[in-house]
């Protein structure tokens, strides 16, 4: 069974961090680009970073540029995302997905998806 579930999320002051992480399985993680999106209450599903299924290439929104960074350990079939500065419009459910071939920040490229992890940023 194909899934990949994430963690991490939480409650943070603003400008505080958090790191998420979420693990693949059922699949061969380095053939799988990976990305990490977040959907605030009333709002679509937006892209904040993917990276390439080496790792080589990672691709950010204005957003968040600068404040998070998408790394992989494809050892461990884990994802992971450190978002510092955190401020409240970061508020949403975030979440893991995958796609095999080029990372994209778009979500409809991406069919396989975790069930998400809460981050509130309060202010």
């Known amino acids: 069974q194909v899934q990949v579930v994430e963690s991490g999320g939480g409650l943070v002051q603003a400008g505080g961090s958090l790191r998420l992480s979420c693990t693949a399985s059922?699949?061969?993680?380095?053939?799988?680009?990976m990305g990490w999106f977040r959907q605030a209450p009333g709002k679509e599903r937006e892209g904040v970073s993917c990276?390439?299924?080496?790792?080589?290439?990672?691709y950010y929104p204005n957003s968040v540029k600068g404040r998070f960074t998408i790394s992989r350990d494809n050892a461990k079939n884990t994802l992971y995302l450190q978002m510092n500065s955190l401020k409240p419009e970061d508020t949403a459910m975030y979440y893991c997905?995958?796609?095999?071939?080029?990372?994209?920040?778009?979500?409809?490229?991406?069919?396989?998806w975790g069930q998400g992890t809460q981050v509130t940023v309060s202010s």
């Open positions: 997905a995958a796609r095999a071939g080029t990372c994209y920040l778009a979500p409809s490229w991406y069919v396989i």
């Open positions: 059922g699949l061969t993680f380095d053939d799988y680009a």
């Open positions: 990276m390439s299924r080496s790792g080589i290439s990672t």
